[in-house]
Every structure is written in structure tokens, then in C-alpha cells.
């Protein structure tokens, strides 16, 4: 099985983890910023143990009958409550190449369900008792949760061996009352099929599966010490009501009564239409038992999408219990460790000594500081939305999400859905249960708003709003939703000529405008060149497998010449294609692609560079005059001979002269 670096080059994301997987099994290196600590760790105590990576044939590690069967009495009600969840999973995603696995915390499965077409895929065999330890199928998404205790996706090339480069897996934790790790629940499917709302999935049915054995173990109490149950459902995070075969309350909890925002004596008595009109409130009674389905309760300051389980009680009252599971809070998690949501640069990566670049770094750290609202300004290239990152990273609210959007990219009629979100049934073809826009995803972080003047003035009337009151409403809906947002705005335009030409909204640009930095084109820093060159070469290495060490004086006094109308952006790409084309170990002149060297050939009459501004003949003679003297070395009088005129006039030329060059 061979590597092939462009099997994935319509997804970068996907694309940079082959690479960085090649280099490490090759070089024992990777890029920065690509592959998770986590990962790069299983590696490395993959590799340690002289796992081989490519191998075709991963052992397998069955523990044996008798083991098995004692695990699987050990974790009996585990099992028994995520077999109907795992087939739901099955059910909801439609999906036929998708498989679930439950592992205790040994790692060993103890439930495996797929879909046909996975079954198939897989010649049908469970592994229903293997190991899926590190050390035995490397790194995986399984694994690593257990390690961790955390919800850990692991796609494609993250695995360790490539044999699994074709599959994505997500896996939640599931923990017990004591905090004690009982297992994971994962999710593999096949590459083509990945998906970042995965990994809430699993999140979410992990949660469910928690709650459902913390339920077991409080319904044991609640039946032996009936005066401790109500302090046992106040002290669970989800909504719980007991339900009587009437359909009236007959206890709740604290958390249901901050769902609904009634109190918990106006709750119990009332019929459990009170808290939501249930469509087929007759199916749910208490002759069986459901669980996931998806409601939402509308309290009085805001709405709540939950999860609704439904589990018979045995008493003589015909009980029923109904647990409401906040999706939100879920939601969250997964999209802090969702990579798309990451801010990765920090100002140690932004190259250049230049003191106009230094200070726009020394401004954009106290916007840091002080959390405030930034306008970015630069040309094409010159590295915004690093800026933005590295404040994001520099700032209070680092740990939380970093939301990129491309104002000037996305379609007018889905940009609004895309910043604000959308209720379901909002327009057709809305996605059932609503969209979050980018101002909820970036909620405790940052937001940054890349070419902001494209935004139509009908969005930007909405952003203003959002900015004053800190709220947001999705489309179609009437709840504002309050954000605690850090907005970064960036353009390569000059918002005040837009704010004075009537295309940008003045109070919009003053809302945005707290602090203005103005990011310095590559023509303007050019002493930062042969910096960038260096780190373009070093990073750049890895990536092509080049043996590329240097650039000849020559070169690089060409590229110096050169305007760069795409600045950082497209000097990179012009190292990077020399690289690819060079055979010795320096970058030469010839390499040099001929649309820049034919626009800096034949650049300078009389030592100064050719533009449109017309000199006079005595700025020429100026301009001329200080040449000769630098190549005089300061000696007046050689220069003044070299000139044919006095040296009165060489001091007289120098002085108008000035600083022009």
C-alpha cells in the first residue's frame, strides 16, 4: 500500500495529516500546527514499541471466552443500556458503511454494531472481544479516550497504521457516578463519509448512556430511601420529571424547573402538557421504554433542545421517569476540540524585524490585552488572519473557539444564515432542528470577519445590532441569544473611502474601528525578506522532501528588486516552486519564474529605480551624484573627479538629495 499525497488535495485539512504522517515515519518530524499533542505522542510510543506502521496484517489480541464472558457479566447494565442507543445511532445516521463499538477501560469491545454495507466491508466479523488497545492497532480514536478521558476524533492519516488511513473515528468517554472511567462508546466510518458534527454525536450519546447508569443507581436509592430522592434529582445536570399513568408530575428537579423557568411547586400536580405539548403523548406511557428523542422546551428567557429519555418505573403508582438532555452544552465541547474552530499562529510566527512591523505586533498585543474590537487593513497576502489568530492566542479567551468567516466568499444568500443561524422551518430546506451561525460557535471567543467591506448593508444594519446588545437572532427566530464575542474585522480596502462613498455603514465602521492596524505591504518591509526567505526554506522542506540549504546572493538581490503585488502569500509560493525545481542545494537565479525576472530586468536607469513619478533634472543629478559617492565609499573628492564637477557641487546635490534613497 502506497502513499499518494494527492489522494486527499481537495481537503487540506486531510491532505496536511498524510503528509505530516510520512515525515514522521520517514524523518521522526512533522509540520507544526498540523497534528494534535496527543497524536503526535501515540505515535512516538508507537513507534517506540517498533510498531510497524505499514504493515498489512494488524494482529489481532481476542481475550479469550472465558474473559470475555466475565467482562460482559461485569458490564451487564452498561450494555444493556447502549445497545438500543448504538442501533438509534445506526437508525438516525442512515448510514450502511458505519460501525459502533463499546470498550470497557481495557480497552476490550464488548459490543459491536454495524451497518450492512460496513458488516460487508468487513467480511462480516464482529471483533466482539479484541483488543483495541495502542499497542496493539495503534493510535485510535478509542484508545486515546480511554487514555484521556476525553472525546478524541482520530481521521485518516492520524492513525498510526496506514492501513486505517481510510477511516474516521470518533469516541467519547462514558463515566460513572464514583468519576471512574467505564468504558468509551466510538464511531468509525469511512473517510469520504467524515463529518466535525460526529464527534458531537458520540459526545452527546456518551452523555445519554452516563445519565441512563446514574439513573440505574439512583432509581436503587429512590426506592430504598424515598425521603433522599428528591435531593438526588436536584443534584443531576439533566431535567427530570416522574409522570404518573395520568400524565401528571409527581416530582421534578431543579434543572427541569430552569428549563421551563417555573418553579418546581408550580410543576408538580400540573399535567406534563405544562412543560411541552408532546404530540403522541398516549405512545408514551409506561409500557416501554424510549430513549433520544429530540425535543425542545421553550422557557421564558430562552429555548432548549434536549434529548428526552423515557423509562418505566416499577411502582405502584405506574410511574414513568422523563430526562431532558441539554444538547448545548455538548455541543460546546465538541467545538472546542474541533480543529476547524482553532486558532493555530501566535505572534512567534510571524517572521520580520522590520520597525514597521514590529510595531503593528506591539499594537495588536494590547488589543490583546484589553480584548478589544480591531480593524486589520493589508493587501492581499500580507498575513491578517495570522495577525487575528495570534491575538485570539495571546488573549484571555485562547482556550476558547476561533471562527473565521469569509465575508467576500460565501454566497450573499447564505452568508446572513451563516453569520446569524437559522431556525428549523426558517426557508426551505433548513435543517431540522435549526443551524447555529458563526456568532454562537465563537460564543467565549473570538470572531473574525475577513473582508468585511463585502458584507451587504442589510447584514451590516444586523451586525451593528449585535454589537450594541451583545444578542443574537437566528433567522425565523424571535429569541435573541446572548454571545460573548470578540470581533476581529479585516479588509484590503479602505473602509473610511467606503464609509464616505455610502457602501459601508459609518456607525458600523466606528462600532468596529476601536483600534486600526494598518499591516505593511512586503514592498514596505523589504529588510524582512531574506528573514521570510530562511523560514519559507526551513518549512518548506519537510513538505517537499527538499535538500535545499541556502539562496545564491545573486537570487536573492533579484527577489529583492521585485514589488510583490501578492506580498507574503505569493513569495512563499515562489520559494516553494523553486524548491520543487531546484537540484543542487542552493536557490539560483534561473529558478526565479520569468514574469519576475523579466519585470526586474532593466529596472534602474542611473542607480534608481524606474516608476511613474517624473524627476527633475536636478533630483536626477541628485539621485546620481549620492550613488557615486556610495560607491565612492563617502570619499568626496573621488567622487567629485568620477563626476567631473566640483566638490561644493557634490555637497550642494547630496543635501537636495535628502533621504530619497
Known amino acids: 500500500m502506497s502513499f499518494n499525497p494527492f489522494y486527499n488535495i481537495e481537503n487540506p485539512e486531510l491532505m496536511g495529516y498524510e503528509y505530516a504522517w510520512v515525515n514522521f515515519i520517514k524523518n521522526d518530524e512533522i509540520p507544526e500546527n498540523i497534528i494534535s499533542e496527543e497524536i503526535f505522542k501515540s505515535w512516538k510510543r508507537c513507534k517506540d514499541r517498533k510498531q510497524d506502521a505499514r504493515v498489512l496484517d494488524i494482529p489481532e489480541n481476542f481475550c479469550g471466552h472465558d474473559e470475555l464472558n466475565a467482562r460482559i457479566k461485569r458490564n451487564s447494565d452498561l450494555l444493556g443500556i447502549s445497545s438500543p442507543i448504538m442501533r438509534d445511532i445506526i437508525n438516525v445516521l442512515d448510514e450502511k458503511e458505519v460501525g459502533i463499538r463499546i470498550v470497557d477501560s481495557d480497552n476490550i469491545v464488548l459490543m459491536d454494531v454495524r451497518g450492512d454495507g460496513f458488516a460487508r466491508d468487513n467480511r462480516g466479523k464482529s471483533s466482539v472481544g479484541d483488543c483495541c488497545g495502542e499497542s496493539v492497532i495503534g493510535t485510535n480514536s478509542l484508545a486515546l479516550t480511554i487514555l ?25 468517554p462514558i463515566i460513572d457516578g464514583d468519576s471512574k472511567i467505564r468504558g468509551a462508546i466510538g464511531i468509525t466510518i469511512k473517510l469520504e463519509q467524515i463529518s466535525h458534527y460526529m464527534l458531537a454525536m458520540v459526545t452527546t450519546a456518551a452523555k445519554v448512556i452516563e445519565n441512563e447508569l446514574q439513573l440505574l443507581r439512583s432509581n436503587s436509592i429512590i426506592y430504598r430511601q424515598n425521603n433522599e430522592k428528591q435531593d438526588i434529582l436536584d443534584s443531576v445536570t439533566d431535567g427530570i420529571i416522574y409522570v404518573d399513568k395520568a400524565h401528571i408530575i409527581t416530582h421534578a428537579n431543579l434543572q427541569i424547573a430552569k428549563f421551563t423557568g417555573l418553579k418546581k411547586d408550580d410543576l408538580i400536580g400540573k399535567n406534563i402538557n405544562i412543560i411541552h405539548t408532546f404530540p403522541h403523548i398516549g405512545s408514551l406511557d409506561s409500557s416501554g421504554d424510549i430513549s433520544n428523542i429530540q425535543v425542545k422546551l421553550k422557557g421564558k428567557e430562552k429555548s432548549y433542545n434536549c434529548f428526552l429519555s423515557h423509562k418505566a418505573v416499577k411502582d405502584n403508582e405506574g410511574s414513568v421517569i422523563w430526562i431532558f438532555t441539554a444538547t448545548d452544552e455538548i455541543q460546546e465541547l465538541a467545538d472546542k476540540i474541533n480543529l476547524e474552530n482553532r486558532a493555530f499562529f501566535t505572534f512567534d510566527n ?13 499594537l495588536a498585543q494590547k488589543v490583546a490585552e484589553h480584548e478589544t474590537r480591531v480593524i486589520i487593513e493589508g493587501e492581499s497576502g500580507t498575513g491578517k488572519e495570522m495577525f487575528a489568530q495570534s491575538i485570539h492566542n495571546l488573549s484571555p479567551r485562547k482556550n476558547g473557539p476561533f471562527v473565521a468567516v469569509d465575508c467576500g466568499a460565501i454566497p450573499r444568500e447564505l452568508l446572513e444564515s451563516e453569520i446569524f443561524g437559522y431556525e428549523e422551518g426558517a426557508y426551505t430546506g433548513a435543517r431540522k432542528g435549526g443551524h447555529r451561525g458563526k456568532f454562537e460557535l465563537s460564543h467565549g471567543g473570538t470572531l473574525f470577519l475577513d473582508e468585511i467591506g463585502n458584507l451587504p448593508l ?35 480596502q479602505d473602509l473610511k473611502k467606503e464609509v464616505d462613498s455610502g457602501t459601508f455603514r459609518e456607525d458600523l465602521y466606528y462600532r468596529l474601528n476601536i483600534v486600526r492596524i494598518k499591516l505593511p505591504s512586503l514592498r514596505e518591509r523589504k529588510e524582512d525578506l531574506p528573514m521570510l526567505i530562511d523560514s519559507f526554506i526551513r518549512a518548506n522542506k519537510h513538505q517537499i522532501n527538499s535538500k535545499i540549504k541556502g539562496i545564491e546572493e545573486d537570487a ?77 565609499k563617502g570619499n568626496i573628492k573621488r567622487a567629485s573627479e568620477k563626476l567631473g564637477i566640483s566638490r561644493a557641487t557634490v555637497y550642494r546635490l547630496l543635501k537636495h538629495a535628502g533621504g530619497r534613497l
Open 148 to 172: 484521556h478521558q476525553k472525546p478524541i476524533s482520530v481521521v485518516g492519516a492520524q492513525h498510526y497504521y496506514q492501513q486505517n488511513h481510510r477511516f474516521a473515528g470518533y469516541s467519547a
Open 350 to 362: 510571524i517572521v520580520g524585524k522590520s520597525k514597521v512591523l514590529k510595531n503593528c505586533i506591539e
Open 458 to 492: 442589510d447584514m451590516q444594519a444586523k451586525l451593528l445590532r449585535v454589537l450594541q446588545e451583545s444578542r443574537v437572532v437566528r433567522i425565523g427566530g424571535y429569541m435573541p441569544i446572548p454571545v460573548n464575542v470578540q470581533v476581529i474585522a479585516a479588509t484590503n
Open 556 to 632: 536573492m538581490n533579484l527577489l529583492l528588486n521585485y514589488s510583490w503585488p501578492g506580498n507574503v502569500r505569493q513569495l512563499n509560493n515562489v520559494i516553494e516552486r523553486m524548491m520543487i525545481l531546484a537540484e543542487g542545494e542552493l536557490l539560483t537565479k534561473n529558478l526565479i519564474p520569468n514574469d519576475i525576472a523579466l519585470k526586474v530586468q532593466n529596472t534602474t536607469i542611473l542607480g534608481f529605480e524606474v516608476t511613474d513619478e517624473i524627476y527633475t533634472l536636478e533630483m536626477a543629478s541628485a539621485i546620481y551624484t549620492k550613488k557615486v559617492v556610495t560607491e565612492c
